[in-house]
């Protein structure tokens, strides 16, 4: 299909840039399928083993049709059904979870271990996708392990293949992922797009620090969406929270390492949607290369505003750039409109609450807002980050960014 594969295309070449950005799109068929899938017969309910369905344990031989199949009469189960992944490895390619599902909810109990093939002719945009389903939990204390290791230096060098995200949540209402582990993705660990109501808690997410894409929670076009308890270490953000999100809540999460935690990139596209109502609290960052971050394009291809940012009792430890609003972005020098030097993403209302700890370069706070679009109703409040090295002082480098400070070191309150 000549539209896949120019998003596939698209989606390979902005890999290149800039991770955040891509997440645009991220799942394999866009089209609604009214249907529910065919295949095993329909029941009431019901719990689907896939090692009753062929599935071999030996983490070696392909099981993708046995957990395809369980996902399958899951979904044409009314009632309510359980997918059941025992403990065990089990071998599997890109798995596709697409709804409508018959019942009112669906279980996958994942007990066991899905290690990601590493055949990549196989994937298109993701590795395990959810699509079009509603009232859905994923948990258990098993691992979703995307064998990255084997495929990222190849995928450097040969830019070739787009990688795949672990889990994507596309069209989705309602679902909770909790308890598992997810290890070394080939792309994105957890990708929420355009869905509603999810929450991800206690979660385990890692990735080596020096393979960048490897985000632990990208969020895009979503609503309603709470990441809560989990640790995240990745080679780049733990959370990204991008266009068209309102009512994130990133609560106790401990991020390093990584790039931190960020809302963005930012008008990387044209006709992207706003960003409100984001609540980053209760977190701590260790030898991240930024701490809590707003990244909007130089030269953006929208207009669009993000507002209603709160970043609150943050702990850093060690962070390069603890605190960072960058109207600059542009990865790599390579930006959408390279006409002018002004931005069309405008930041405001924006509350830096409690914000401790130590930064391992002096700057310590970079706001870097346009002129053609100050930064408005910056708040400072009890920012207190000192440099960790010796022979220098924490200080702020600051342009255009307005509002108030207090109860935060002096050399911090750069605000006019
Ligand atoms: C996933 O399954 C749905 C319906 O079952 C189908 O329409 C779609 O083409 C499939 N997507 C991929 C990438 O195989
Ligand atoms: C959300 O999904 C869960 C199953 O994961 C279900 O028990 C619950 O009733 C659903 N909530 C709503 C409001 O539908
Ligand atoms: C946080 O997650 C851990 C697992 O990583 C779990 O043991 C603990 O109970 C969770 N805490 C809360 C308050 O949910
Ligand atoms: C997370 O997983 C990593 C790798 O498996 C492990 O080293 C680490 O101890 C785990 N952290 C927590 C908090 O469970
Ligand atoms: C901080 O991160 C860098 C790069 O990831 C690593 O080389 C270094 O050992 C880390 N330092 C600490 C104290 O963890
Ligand atoms: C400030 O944040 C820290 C966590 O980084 C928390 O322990 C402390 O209670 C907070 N202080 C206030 C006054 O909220
Ligand atoms: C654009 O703005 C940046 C940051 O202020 C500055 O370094 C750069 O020189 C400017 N470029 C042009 C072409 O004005
Ligand atoms: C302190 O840090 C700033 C910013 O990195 C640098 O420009 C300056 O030279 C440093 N001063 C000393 C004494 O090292």
């Not at 896939?50 to 071999?56: P, Y």
């Not at 969020?219 to 068209?244: A, Q, Y």
């Not at 990244?295 to 850093?316: C, G, P, Q, W």
């Not at 609450?353 to 346009?370: F, K, Q």
Request: a negative charge.
């Amino acid at each position: 299909m000549a539209s896949a594969h120019n998003a596939l295309r698209v989606f390979f070449i902005l890999a290149v840039v800039c991770a955040v950005c891509t997440a645009k799109r991220t799942g394999a068929n866009k089209e609604e399928s009214a249907a529910a899938p065919g295949g095993a017969a329909g029941g009431s309910g019901g719990t689907f083993d896939i090692s009753k369905l062929g599935a071999t344990s030996d983490g070696k031989t392909d099981c993708t049709k046995a957990v395809q199949d369980a996902w399958t009469s899951a979904c044409e189960a009314t009632g309510s059904a359980t997918v059941v992944i025992p403990k065990g490895d089990y071998l599997v390619g890109p798995l596709n979870f697409t709804g409508p599902c018959k019942g009112s909810n669906i279980a996958i109990q994942l007990d066991g271990n899905l290690l990601g093939s590493n055949d990549l002719d196989k994937y298109t945009a993701s590795w395990i996708e959810l699509s079009h389903v509603n009232n859905i939990g994923i948990t258990g204390s098993g691992t979703l392990d995307g064998q990255g290791t084997a495929v990222y230096s190849k995928s450097k060098t040969d830019n070739v293949k787009a990688m795949p995200n672990t889990l994507v949540l596309f069209h989705v209402i309602n679902a909770t992922v909790a308890g598992i582990k997810l290890l070394n993705s080939k792309f994105f660990h957890i990708n929420i797009d355009n869905s509603e109501s999810i929450t991800v808690k206690d979660v385990n997410i890692t990735a080596p620090a020096d393979v960048e894409n490897t985000d632990g929670v990208h969020v895009g076009g979503s609503s309603k969406i709470s990441i809560l308890n989990s640790t995240i270490g990745t080679g780049d953000d733990c959370v990204s929270i991008g266009p068209g999100c309102n009512g994130v809540l990133v609560d106790s999460i401990t991020c390093g390492p990584g790039q931190g935690i960020s809302v963005g990139c930012l008008g990387r596209y044209k006709d992207e949607k706003d960003v409100s109502d984001i609540t980053v609290r209760n977190c701590v960052l260790k030898n991240t290369t930024n701490g809590v971050r707003i990244k909007s394009y130089v030269d953006a291809e929208s207009v669009l505003t993000a507002s209603h940012l709160t970043f609150e009792n943050i702990r850093m430890e060690e962070v390069a750039n603890p605190i960072v609003i960058d109207q600059y972005f542009c990865p790599q020098k390579v930006c959408p409109g390279k006409r002018s030097n002004s931005s069309h993403v405008s930041v405001k209302d924006v509350t830096f609450r409690n914000i401790t700890g130590t930064s391992s370069t002096p700057e310590a706070i970079s706001l870097l807002c346009s002129e053609t679009q100050p930064c408005s109703g910056v708040s400072l409040i009890d920012v207190n980050v000192e440099y960790a090295g010796k022979n220098n002082k924490t200080m702020a480098v600051c342009s255009n960014a307005k509002g108030t400070a207090k109860g935060s070191i002096e050399a911090l309150a750069c605000l006019v």
